[in-house]
């Protein structure tokens, strides 16, 4: 129900068509913007039965380890999904324009350089967790 105009806005292209856009280019533009954010859903959702472990002190079990790895991995993948899917957007958005007005736009912002900073982060913490567990099960071996 969004107007075109800020539709194009958002996917950076400066000249927004005077017609409305049709229900199957929204379907298609929606689905697209859907995929950078249902790999991050994916992702929050493996950190919650990641704090679900945490919670239910399992913290160094390898299952919890796996669903850290995991929501690092999702949110990695979201980040980098967001510009490629904004340039699909555009390019979808303009496809029915006149020649010379087809765009294609490439945007990398800094909440992207962020969130792969953070994946990255929370993906050490998961090696560092990996590392103590297996430590913690070859100490238990001496016992």
Not at 104 to 119: K, M, P, Q, R
């Amino acid at each position: 129900m969004t107007p075109a105009p800020t539709l194009f806005n958002h996917a950076g292209i400066p000249n927004a068509p005077v017609t409305e856009i049709d229900w199957s280019t929204r379907a298609l533009a929606f689905g697209i913007a859907m995929v950078p954010l249902g790999t991050l859903i994916w992702g929050l959702l493996s950190g919650r039965r990641c704090f679900d472990a945490f919670a239910a002190g399992r913290i160094f079990s390898r299952d919890s380890i796996q669903q850290l790895k995991t929501f690092a991995i999702a949110v990695a993948a979201s980040a980098l999904l967001k510009p490629l899917a904004g340039a699909a957007l555009s390019v979808v958005l303009s496809f029915r324009q006149p020649a010379g007005a087809k765009t294609l736009a490439l945007s990398v912002g800094s909440d992207t350089l962020i969130a792969l900073i953070f994946a990255g982060t929370v993906a050490v913490i998961a090696w560092v967790m990996t590392e103590a567990l297996e430590i913690a099960d070859e100490n238990k071996q001496f016992v």
